[in-house]
């Protein structure tokens, strides 16, 4: 173990920034390629219907729920530089916001009366996720600290070990629960032996949480949290009216056209995430020009690559999609006209995520809650009516009304603080 250890960690210094580059982005790959794999898996060895099941559980209610234990704290403790709170201060919270998680997601399929089998395999993907939600603390402290590569090594070994575990137990057999049981037992192993074990070899990780501090980190995260939160339920509210007004293979179907966003989200994550830290010391240090123009490169890069992703949904999307889902090959060929509106909300949503950040860095999260709250809304009002009027492709118009609206208004929130900081400046 203490071989292996060494050699996660690796010697020092030595190429830092080329591994923090390389490992962020096999990391946030493997990660992301997950979803899309075992959705694929699961429709193609147990069925439509539980494909839409798993659907589900893994990438909505169960990513829900990573949201709750998630707490919003991420984007914080990156860029917490002063070390304002210690490791020790965002651990012990997210042990709270984890155990409050499991307890929603137990109520919320209470008050549902699914199925023995949908009830067991959504408990399960939400015990995997909030693991997962704990792992990001520890891997929050890995970049906070410089080590980036570490975060990126984190996500890439544990997903290949709880996905090969989950795979060779699927297909040997057929049994959605099993392989559920089984991804989560390697997702604890996962969790121990690549954030535990390897945390504790770092040097100058403060451990310690002073009397109060937990509960003054939740003041300062109440608002991210509630926003994250409001966040994923835009993201999912018409993942949630198809799963509440049609069939499980219905889902399955949406579920489908939906996964090209999760390379959207990826390639969103590859150009922002390495930024964060050196934007956040740019706005610290009054370099307003030098922030403005580091949001632009990123703007123009996502924007250059939504319009390949588009062109490619449109001419090779629904065909690619057949091929990995021959089952559900027959639901999807009507499904080009949804499969590009979804690739356009991707695109929106992407470019949310940027301006989402780069709200929390000006630290104006209380108009990031407000927007949430706005759209949260607006969710509500139209995710079902459209999911019953149109059924998918009415799911799809759903989500990228949404997420236009969300990036058109913290777009405007984020020239707003920039005129302003420029303004207090002369």
Request: proline residues 2%; positive net charge; contains cysteine.
């Amino acid at each position: 173990m203490e071989a292996l250890l060494h050699l996660i960690i690796g010697n020092g210094e030595k190429n830092q920034e080329k591994r923090n580059f390389i490992w962020n982005i096999i990391g946030s790959f493997l990660y992301a390629f997950a979803s899309m794999v075992l959705s694929i898996a699961v429709v193609q060895i147990a069925g439509e219907d539980a494909g839409g099941i798993f659907t589900f559980a893994f990438t909505t209610f169960g990513q829900h729920m990573f949201m709750v234990a998630y707490f919003g704290i991420r984007p914080f403790q990156i860029t917490d530089t002063g070390n304002q709170y210690s490791f020790g201060d965002y651990l012990g919270l997210r042990h709270i916001t984890c155990a409050a998680a499991m307890a929603t997601g137990f109520g919320y399929v209470m008050i549902n009366g699914y199925t023995f089998e949908k009830t067991a395999v959504v408990l399960l993907m939400v015990a995997y996720k909030v693991i997962d939600a704990l792992a990001d603390t520890y891997e929050a402290e890995f970049q906070r600290s410089g080590r980036l590569y570490l975060t990126g090594k984190s996500n890439a070994f544990r997903t290949l070990l709880s996905v090969s575990v989950f795979l060779t137990v699927l297909a040997s057999t057929k049994v959605l629960v099993t392989a559920s049981v089984a991804a989560v037992a390697a997702q604890i192993a996962g969790f121990l032996i690549f954030d535990v074990l390897v945390i504790r070899k770092l040097p100058e990780i403060d451990w310690i949480s002073q009397a109060g501090k937990k509960f003054r980190l939740f003041k300062d995260n109440a608002l991210l949290f509630l926003s994250a939160v409001l966040d994923f339920y835009i993201f999912s509210a018409s993942k949630y009216a198809i799963e509440r007004c049609m069939a499980d293979r219905d889902m399955a179907v949406y579920g489908a056209i939906f996964m090209p966003t999760s390379v959207i989200n990826l390639v969103a994550g590859f150009v922002i995430r390495p930024y964060l830290t050196k934007l956040a010391l740019s706005w610290e240090l009054g370099e307003v020009k030098r922030y403005v123009r580091t949001i632009g490169q990123l703007a123009g890069i996502i924007a250059a690559l939504s319009v390949l992703a588009v062109g490619g949904a449109w001419f090779l999307g629904i065909p690619v999609l057949s091929l990995l889902y021959s089952n559900i090959g027959y639901a999807l060929r009507e499904c080009r006209p949804a499969l590009v509106m979804i690739i356009i909300g991707g695109a929106l949503n992407a470019y949310m995520n940027l301006f989402y950040y780069a709200l929390v860095i000006m630290k104006l999260q209380p108009f990031i809650f407000t927007i949430y709250g706005i759209v949260g809304a607006l969710a509500v009002l139209i995710s079902t009516p459209f999911v019953i009027s149109g059924g998918i492709f009415g799911g799809a118009l759903a989500y990228t009304i949404l997420t236009g609206t969300l990036a058109a208004m913290f777009g405007l929130v984020v020239l707003f603080g920039v005129i302003k900081k420029v303004r207090s400046k002369h």
